[in-house]
């Protein structure tokens, strides 16, 4: 969300295993049994084209929406997963620019070079990164140093204690101004309330997702609720903070890809 208009500017996409015995799972629950299992490979991709397919048809609704999938680092240790995304993208006539790859900030320094190859070719195609829980990883600015990033996502420690931590609050703002400087977005990730909502904002944090705005839904529900918007504001989720809040949106690249074409996807 743009946390000042309450506009919805991107979307995130969030893998759910609906277990016979165990109900819903988390990717914490079962991810390390796909990757043990060999298979990480197909599931990756099998999030990726539902999230391409999202996209197109929100996009072919008017919302030119951006959506973000998380990648694991194992997926970019393997040398054909650039070909296999920019094949997807050509496949879905996705442009670039809408897909957003989120790296959790949890790489070894060893493993950042050939991350860093991987993603380069990506970002030279059109393809944006996150770096997902900033600040809680190995040093920032050695990964800010090796791969080509696009945005930072302040992890939700740091925003849960906003308005109670004075260090938490200086995490954010040092965030925002290093972000700044290097021209990025910054996204403040598990925004819980409107307190929160407006320290961020009066910190320079211009964007953020959390279950004070939605809870994660299917994709074609988030198209009827960005259809319904609020207020009688077609993709607007909640109130702005001062009239005409400003909408803020990354430069993307000129693409000239047309065409048209699940998991859960939570609003960003």
Wanted: charged content about 20%.
């Amino acid at each position: 969300m743009d946390l000042g208009s309450g506009e919805v500017i991107s979307a995130e996409a969030l893998a759910r295993w609906h277990h016979p015995e165990h109900g819903y799972l988390t990717p914490m629950r079962f991810l390390e049994t796909v990757e043990r299992s060999g298979q990480l490979p197909a599931f990756a991709d099998a999030v990726l084209d539902q999230a391409l397919t999202a996209s197109d048809v929100w996009r072919e609704a008017g919302f030119d929406l951006p959506v973000a999938v998380n990648v694991s680092p194992r997926s970019l240790l393997d040398p054909k997963f650039p070909a296999a995304v920019l094949a997807r993208l050509e496949r879905h006539a996705v442009p670039p620019d809408l897909l957003v790859l989120e790296l959790a900030e949890t790489l070894t320094i060893s493993q950042l070079d050939v991350v860093g190859r991987a993603l380069a070719e990506l970002n030279e195609a059109g393809v944006r990164l996150a770096l997902d829980d900033f600040g809680t990883g190995v040093s920032p600015l050695s990964v800010l140093s090796h791969i080509p990033v696009h945005q930072l996502k302040i992890d939700r420690e740091f925003v849960g204690s906003i308005e109670t931590s004075s260090e938490a609050a200086a995490v954010v703002r040092s965030t925002v101004d290093l972000a700044r400087s290097l021209h990025l977005t910054v996204i403040a990730e598990g925004v819980e309330s409107e307190p929160q909502r407006h320290a961020l904002w009066e910190l320079g944090c211009v964007a953020g997702q959390g279950h004070l705005f939605a809870r994660a839904m299917s994709s074609a529900r988030l198209l009827t609720t960005l259809q319904r918007g609020s207020g009688g504001r077609p993709g607007v989720l909640a109130g702005a903070l001062y009239d005409g809040g400003a909408v803020v949106r990354m430069a993307r690249r000129k693409s000239t890809a047309q065409g048209r074409s699940a998991l859960p996807h939570l609003p960003a």
